[in-house]
Structure formats: structure tokens, C-alpha cells
Nanobody, 121 residues
């Protein structure tokens, strides 16, 4: 079993910052890609940022220059630093991890429970 626990969401004014964290725990042999997705009301879930095990990153165009994804492999944790937040960033943010489990040595995709980010204008 693998669990992803997110923290750091909340309410912030436009122009403010938040930092999301997502810690993975359980029967983890290794973690490959990790990422953050978001889903706003009435919209499909979209990839916000991703990071490989070696640290390569990618971002959706709307957050480039404002958001930074990083990871601490020793802690099995991925972060999303969000600066210059806009009302359109309001959504539930989910973390995602491609985990190779100890028992099977097969990669599975796991999701966090989601954390609400609300940006007021």
C-alpha cells in the first residue's frame, strides 16, 4: 500500500503565494515521475507541473514563470511553490506519483486526496 498525503492549500489573495507539499509513504521501492494536477469546478483535471526522478520539469503554459515544482527524493516528497497567484488558479490540486512498489517491483500510479486552493480577487 502507498499513500500520498497533501498539505498547504488554503485561501490567498491575488498576487499571493502558497506552497503545496505531497509526501508518499508505504511500500515504496522507488518513485519515477511525480506531478501536480488541478481541477476547477466544471472543468477537466489538467496537469499543472511534472518532475522526473532526475529532476527534469515541465509546466502548463498558464503557470510558467509563476509556479515551481521540486522534489526531495530522500523524503519521497514533491512540492509546488505557487507565486503571483491569480483567481483562475482556484481549483482542487492533486498530487500524483508513479511508484514502483517493494513487493511487485511494478509501477503503479497513485493520487493524493486533493487540497483546495482558492485565490480571491
Amino acid at each position: 500500500q502507498v499513500q500520498l498525503v497533501e498539505s498547504g492549500g488554503g485561501l490567498v489573495q491575488a498576487g499571493g503565494s502558497l506552497r503545496l507539499s505531497c509526501a508518499a509513504s508505504g511500500s515504496i521501492f522507488s518513485i519515477n515521475a511525480m506531478g501536480w494536477y488541478r481541477q476547477a469546478p466544471g472543468k477537466q483535471r489538467e496537469l499543472v507541473a511534472g518532475i522526473t526522478s532526475s529532476g527534469s520539469t515541465n509546466y502548463v503554459d498558464s503557470v510558467k514563470g509563476r509556479f515551481t515544482i521540486s522534489r526531495d527524493n530522500a523524503k519521497n516528497t514533491v512540492y509546488l511553490q505557487m507565486n503571483s497567484l491569480k483567481p483562475e488558479d482556484t481549483a482542487v490540486y492533486y498530487c500524483n506519483a508513479h511508484v514502483v512498489t517493494t513487493r511487485t517491483r511494478i509501477e503503479y500510479v497513485y493520487w493524493g486526496q486533493g487540497t483546495q486552493v482558492t485565490v480571491s480577487s
